[in-house]
């Protein structure tokens, strides 16, 4: 399976974790530890310490799904991180923060892509896989640049009023794809604010990859 490789930017300071990294940081919803086992049906959110740091010992983790639609499979990479601390225009700071970056591939082993999409705040880019960028350290692994703070997802070297991803950061070629656990489904909010993301089953590029990746700025 070909996995993307992820380059952070020079002055990040978080890195994408487990979900259960939630009750390293002291997290809680309706003032208990948080059950990822047994997520409130009524949803719910998740409260986090407002002085929160990035764990020293968390592993680098992301999840890992595959979906069909549009005749083609989609391997999905999500990352989780706790904390998005990015600022425009007076919004966008929040606790808990998932993107995304899929392969939409002729096979369903994750072996010959043709497609890719990341996610960008509200919304997404896509290419053809020949116009992808290739990791010089990993062979074939489709380079993706994380901005700074926000985590939005690029191509290459980004810079515009929203995000700064100069690849000059950290790079994750360690990171952990897991499965996801139950709590995928879960319909609260992955945070206290009111930017922080709810549950990921009712987004598009959850139930329908093909027509995220078709809504997508070319």
Aim: proline fraction near 6%; charged fraction near 20%.
């Amino acid at each position: 399976m070909i996995t993307p490789s992820f380059v952070l930017d020079s002055r990040e300071k978080w890195r994408p974790v487990a979900v259960e990294t939630i009750n390293d940081v002291g997290a809680t919803l309706n003032g208990a530890p948080v059950d990822l086992e047994n997520l409130p049906v009524a949803g719910g959110k998740i409260d986090f310490p407002k002085d929160m740091v990035q764990p020293r010992d968390a592993p680098e983790v992301g999840y890992h799904r595959v979906a069909h639609g549009g005749g083609l499979w989609w391997h999905q990479f999500w990352t989780w991180w706790l904390y998005n601390p990015k600022k425009y225009a007076g919004f966008g700071v929040h606790e808990g923060d998932w993107e995304m970056v899929q392969l939409g591939c002729v096979d369903e082993e994750g072996e010959y892509p043709v497609l890719m999409t990341c996610s960008q705040h509200d919304g997404g880019e896509k290419r053809e896989f020949w116009r992808c960028e290739l990791s010089e350290w990993m062979l074939q692994c489709p380079m993706v640049y994380v901005a700074r703070d926000s985590h939005a997802n690029y191509f290459g070297p980004h810079q515009d009023v929203t995000d700064t991803a100069d690849g000059k950061g950290a790079r994750l070629a360690t990171l952990e794809w897991r499965e996801f656990g139950s709590w995928a489904l879960w319909t609260g909010k992955w945070g206290n604010s009111d930017n922080s993301p709810g549950g990921l089953a009712p987004r598009r590029a959850w139930q329908a990859p093909h027509a995220y990746h078709g809504q997508a700025r070319g």
